[in-house]
């Protein structure tokens, strides 16, 4: 990541219309139409999460990450989701700079609860690589290969 881009997170209630609306956009444009995968985005969980994103100097949002407190997403755990870069800002780590705040805030916030997400199997690697175990067998998510992976910030919190 470039030092150009500026870091944001809110909760819904604090996005702005043009936030909220290029956040929607974008995650359109990467979930639904680049990956062919027809399904309802705002899905009801977007007024319970955090809302971490990137913008470019010009102040375009080119990344972005939803955060769920312990339960908001998946029962005992905390979550995050929604991981996109635009892709003109592919390969430049913005992912995992997305990943590793979002990691850092439910580090400080719920130490006690582990995070899991629901990943690409094509990204298992990456998750991995940020310390995430797989928890389940692969199966299908609006058409997509995943599974489920965590990550335990202690002993303690492993189930």
């Known amino acids: 990541m470039k030092n ?8 819904f209630d604090e996005l702005n219309k043009e ?3 290029r956040i929607l956009q974008m995650r359109a444009e990467i979930f639904i139409k680049e990956q062919q ?3 309802l985005d705002p899905d009801n969980k977007d007024q319970i999460a955090w809302h971490l994103f990137i913008r470019n100097r010009k102040g375009k949002i ?11 997403y998946f029962s005992g755990s905390t979550c995050i989701g929604r991981v996109s870069v635009d892709k003109s800002y592919r390969n430049q780590g913005l992912g995992y700079v997305l990943m590793q705040k979002s990691i850092d805030f439910l580090r400080q916030n719920y130490p006690e609860y582990p995070v899991e997400i629901s ?18 067998n692969q199966y299908l998510e ?5 599974v489920r992976m965590k990550l335990y910030f202690n002993d303690e919190n492993r189930n």
Not at 4 to 11: A, M, N, P, Y
């Open 62 to 72: 080119v990344g972005y990450s939803r955060i769920f407190g312990p339960g908001g």
């Open 4 to 11: 150009k881009e500026k870091i944001t997170l809110k909760k």
């Open 37 to 39: 995968a027809p399904y």
């Open 142 to 146: 609006d058409g997509l290969p995943h």
């Open 19 to 21: 936030e909220l609306y």
């Open 119 to 136: 990943a690409q199997t094509y990204l298992i690697k990456f998750y991995q690589s940020l310390g995430f175990v797989q928890i389940s």
